[in-house]
């Protein structure tokens, strides 16, 4: 049974939050502190951690940072501060999702299945050796890819190309390295198929192709695959 650890201070939310989760049939613990909140974390095991930033001494920033050393349990941070930064300093402390107070239940339902999802998905990628940036999926073995859990229709060329981008993600690569590891004997000095194969990628992966997240250029070297941390931003 999937298991909601609550983490929040005022009852008025967490008691009929418990009450409609088990209702659904989750198990629902509650902690009314941080450090509370950190020892449940070790003793339920939840699957999801819902954790309020305004927290009685350790606050919301804290806990998901410790949590962080030894736990990668997915976290829901809730908070009365809807300003990008304070989203931007809770997914650098490792948290996976963010809500704006006051929302619906039905709304952090919503997220609690979608996080449950994407670990779900984790899983059986890890389980394959598959490889995962963002929203991208990538399994060397079976020549497969996946944008958002939906199979993308790749050519052989677009395959080999998000392959060796997304195992050196992070890293520049050249465009002669590109074009002698997926052309080979095939190039013959003509690079404006690679930057044919590129834009066909992006339609297929990025959410918004003109201004790419994944797949960026590197004017006057080549291109690179942008890192988990750097999509997750």
Known sequence: MTTILLIDDDARLTEPMQFQLEALGYTVAVAADGAAGLGMLLSARPDVVVLDIMLPGMDGWQVCQEAR?????????LTALGQEIDRIRGLELGADDYLTKPFSFHELVAHIKSLLRRVQWDQSLLANNQLRIGAVALDPGAHRAW??????????????????????????????TLFNQVWGTEWFGDTRSLDVHIRWLRQ?????????????????????FATAEEVLL
């Open 204 to 224: 297929k992966i990025e959410d918004d192709p003109s201004a790419p997240q994944y797949i960026q250029t590197v004017r006057n070297v080549g291109y690179r």
């Open 147 to 176: 944008k958002g859990g939906q199979e993308l229709a790749l050519r052989n060329k677009e395959f080999e190309l998000l392959s060796l981008l997304m195992q050196q993600a992070g890293k520049v690569l050249t465009r002669e």
């Open 69 to 77: 050393r030894f736990s990668q349990v997915p976290i829901i941070m």
